[in-house]
């Protein structure tokens, strides 16, 4: 006889997440003019979605003409960006041969030490983990963990050095500071074609992709 109850099963036992969705929230600790009409524009929101390695990053504007996404497919290391302002759908496509074109305009984080705080964060196993930004001359901590399943995640980030899934975190967009931070993971059926970009958008050269989200971060 199995006995299913939560005080039978080992201590060990730990759900793991192959699929589903993260929701974040978003907030900009640094910004100063918080009342203002421009700040409402700003997301307060990011639904991540993933299954077998490849994730979509949403995200979430109260204008619903706005739209800021990112999809990657951490096995072949290919990454889409799109954006919508409203009068245009654009995206662009960046691979392991021009990542570094992308990366070149994002600050640099690293480990700062080896050092590593084990802890629980949405009940999951995590870690804390130190960084630092040589540009911003800062260091900060990021909670992230292996339980959420996504094989090379960061590749095409600023956290490359970072293995596991990050759950609470903060990064400089552009002159913009955002701070990231997981409320709930759900395990869902997610559906591939989540990782398709919509015919809608039309393709446009990594520059001019680069000098369109700069001048749209600009503005706040």
Known sequence: MVCDLPSCKSDSYEKKYDQGEITYEITYPKYKRKESILFKVLPKKMITTFKNNCYKNDFVFTNEALSLTIISDCNKK???????????????????????????????YKISSQKEEELKFLNLSSKKTELKCQEEQTKFNIISSSSILIENMNWCTPFYEVEDAMLHYQMTQFGLNMEFKATEINQKNINEEEFIIDESFQYESLDEYINAIKMFFSIF
Do not use: C, W
């Open 78 to 108: 290919s990454t889409t960006l799109s954006y919508s302002d409203g009068a245009r759908k654009k995206f662009t496509r960046v691979n392991s041969g021009n990542i570094n074109q992308l990366l070149e305009n994002l600050p640099n």
